[in-house]
């Protein structure tokens, strides 16, 4: 039996064709894996991409793509955490820059907003945590990139892969970013207490 | 506080962010009524529609338009020579056909009477015209009919640097906007701001510009539509490539206006 899974060469140094694999070499990550992941990282990344500061539609847009990019690239990938983080990013960073576009369109040519359904739940769960998003989107990008991957439980070393930066500058911006946010998590301490 | 405290702390409200991001990921979806997206009807000027011929049927009218094509300039030579004193033996080889004939046979008949021409009503400010009557031989009308195009009305506020202080007018502009737009009808407030600073801060800058706009509106007009507020940032500069412009801090109110002026 052969199963197929679509495998995208765009983008790989390796112009491997598109080819069909055995059931043995699908078999080392099998679909309750991915299922699980999905089920672990889903909620992840959504934080992941609101905490870099995109919109909220724009970020669940996101997720849903880096997804399914890493559902068809599943046996290629090897640390398929840090993959999704970055391929999520630079899909919310094209999202955004079409969705600017969009906007002007829209004034110039008096059209509506064509979607109008917003997520209720998802705007109520944002309130409750904004200060905590606001606290971290009001970081310096370098530092914002390195610490929310810090808080996502990456090592210094697999923060320094996914930035491609070396390790002692991640320890810096990590430093940075703790030292800008020590008022807010001091002021949090005592509002819990305060409860 | 130690790194570890501090640490602790902050991963614990990201744990609790995500579980309840994970809980509104998981909840059954409401599906939503979306209305559909209104076309730009005033800047596409509608068309007749046209019959498209394609496949077998144009290969035959091709066929037959380029063999009528080649029979016209025979047919041109056979007329000359008939009307021609001089015989077409005598005639120079290099006489050369007019290839367009014009006769009264043409398909288009273009007629300008006084009492037959069409007068267009002014569209977005300019002049009216008087357009010729035109007609096919058949009697098929070719005339152009005049659209109800409405015009887009543009009114400016300018602001100071960096702030929501608007320069001195913003009453006098607000009152002619409410005295211009038609009552219900849909205004744009768009916010800009000069090209200088951080693009995600003009971005906030030029949208509460626009929100004030729309507040000052609101208490001069009292049946106003729909009130639609953008901010751009510098995006939209008025003039593209000359770094800070004063101009830039403004905001924009534009309408659409159907009254004749």
């Keep these: 039996m052969v199963l197929s899974v679509g495998v995208s060469t765009a983008g790989s140094r390796d112009p491997e064709p598109r080819r069909r694999r055995t059931i043995a070499e699908y078999d080392r990550r099998t679909e309750r894996e991915y299922e699980k992941f999905d089920r672990a990282e889903r909620a992840a990344l959504l934080a992941y991409l609101l905490y870099q500061g995109f919109a909220q539609h724009i970020a669940e847009e996101s997720v849903n793509d880096a997804m399914l990019e890493v559902y068809a690239n599943w046996l290629d990938v090897k640390s398929p955490r840090a993959w999704i983080r970055t391929v999520a990013r630079r899909v919310a960073v094209r999202k955004a820059k079409a969705d600017r576009r969009s906007l002007l369109d829209r004034f110039k040519y008096h059209r509506p907003p064509d979607v109008l359904a917003e997520d209720v739940v998802l705007s109520r769960i944002l309130d409750l945590d904004s200060d905590l998003v606001d606290a971290i989107r009001r970081l310096p990008v370098q530092c914002r990139s390195v610490f929310i991957l810090h808080v996502d439980d990456f090592s210094v070393r697999e923060i320094a892969e996914v930035e491609g930066i070396p390790e002692r500058t991640a320890y810096e911006r990590l430093r940075v970013a703790r030292k800008m946010l020590r008022a807010w998590v001091e002021e949090s301490l005592k509002n819990e207490e305060g409860k | ?261």
């Design chain 2, 1 to 261: 506080m130690t790194e570890d405290e501090f640490d602790e702390v902050v991963k614990k409200r990201h744990r609790n962010f995500v579980s309840d991001l994970d809980v509104a990921i998981r909840a059954p979806f409401d599906p939503v009524a979306v209305p559909a997206a209104r076309s730009a009807e005033h800047d596409v000027i509608p068309r007749a529609r046209t019959k498209v011929v394609a496949g077998r049927q144009a290969r035959a009218r091709f066929k037959t338009a380029a063999a009528l094509a080649g029979l016209v300039p025979a047919l041109v030579v056979v007329l000359l020579s008939q009307v021609s004193l001089v015989p077409l033996a005598e005639r120079s080889i290099d006489c050369v056909a007019p290839r367009c004939p014009v006769s009264s046979t043409s398909s288009l008949v273009v007629s300008t009477p006084s009492s037959a021409t069409r007068s267009l009503a002014p569209v977005n400010g300019a002049p009216p015209v008087a357009i010729p009557r035109l007609a096919r031989a058949d009697g098929t009308e070719m005339t152009p009919t005049p659209l109800k195009t409405p015009r887009r009305i543009v009114h400016t506020v300018n602001f100071t640097a960096d702030s929501v202080v608007p320069v001195e007018g913003i009453d006098e502009v607000l009152a002619e906007v409410a005295r211009e737009a038609s009552p219900g009808s849909e205004i744009s407030i768009v916010g800009h701001t000069a090209r200088s600073g951080g693009r995600q801060g003009a971005y906030l800058l030029s949208l509460r510009r626009a929100e004030f706009v729309r507040d000052r509106l609101v208490v001069l007009m009292e049946d106003h539509g729909e009130l639609l507020v953008t901010g751009v940032g510098y995006d939209d500069v008025v003039e593209p490539g000359t770094g800070v412009n004063p101009l830039d801090r403004r905001v924009q109110l534009m309408f659409d206006s159907f009254s004749s002026q």
